[in-house]
Each structure stands twice: as structure tokens, then as C-alpha cells.
Nanobody
């Protein structure tokens, strides 16, 4: 059974940092690209960062470039999103996503709330 479990969300002051984790199980982690999305009420889900199954391939939304870093640990089957210099507009529910175009499979986590406020 496939599981993507996010953790690490919470309340942080502007300028602060958080690290989100996404623990994966039930599928071959290295065959999937890992992505982080975020969503605020009334808006579409937004792609924040992605890390391909090939080491070193990453992309970021313009709004988070230079502040967020996505990484993955193949030994722990876990993806991370290190968030720094957080702004109130980063407030959202953050979702972990695993996708394999070759296998035609896509999985989602349940989401974790990040709130940036003083």
C-alpha cells in the first residue's frame, strides 16, 4: 500500500525557516520524481519544487527560488523541502507528490499546514 506522509509544518515568523519531510513507502522511490505543491483556499494548487528521479535535477517556482531547496534521500525513501526566509505569502497547505510518467502512476500525501505570521 502506497503512503506519502508529510511532516514538519507549523507556525513560523516571517524570515524563519522550516523543513518539510515526505516519507514514502509502498513503491520504488528511485523510479519516481518527487514534487512539492502548495495550495491556499480558493486558489489552484501550485507547483513549488520538483526533484527528478535522476540526481541533481531540480526545478523551482520563481516565487521560491533562492529560498527553498528540495532534496531526496534514497536510503530513507524521503523527500525534503527546506524553506528559508519565509514570507506570509508562503502560508499554505503543502502537499508531497510522487510521479512516474513511465509507470503512469501518481501519488499524493495528505498535506501539512505551513503558516508564516508574526
Amino acid at each position: 500500500q502506497v503512503h506519502l506522509v508529510e511532516s514538519g509544518g507549523g507556525l513560523v515568523q516571517p524570515g524563519g525557516s522550516l523543513r518539510l519531510s515526505c516519507a514514502a513507502s509502498g513503491f520504488t522511490f528511485n523510479e519516481f520524481a518527487m514534487r512539492w505543491y502548495r495550495q491556499v483556499p480558493g486558489r489552484e494548487r501550485e507547483l513549488v519544487a520538483a526533484a527528478g528521479s535522476i540526481a541533481g535535477s531540480t526545478i523551482y517556482a520563481d516565487s521560491v527560488k533562492g529560498r527553498f531547496t528540495i532534496s531526496r534521500d534514497k536510503d530513507k525513501n524521503t523527500a525534503y523541502l527546506q524553506m528559508s526566509s519565509l514570507k506570509p505569502e508562503d502560508t499554505a497547505v503543502y502537499f508531497c507528490n510522487a510521479i512516474s510518467v513511465r509507470l503512469k502512476r501518481e501519488y499524493w500525501g495528505q498535506g501539512t499546514q505551513v503558516t508564516v505570521s508574526s
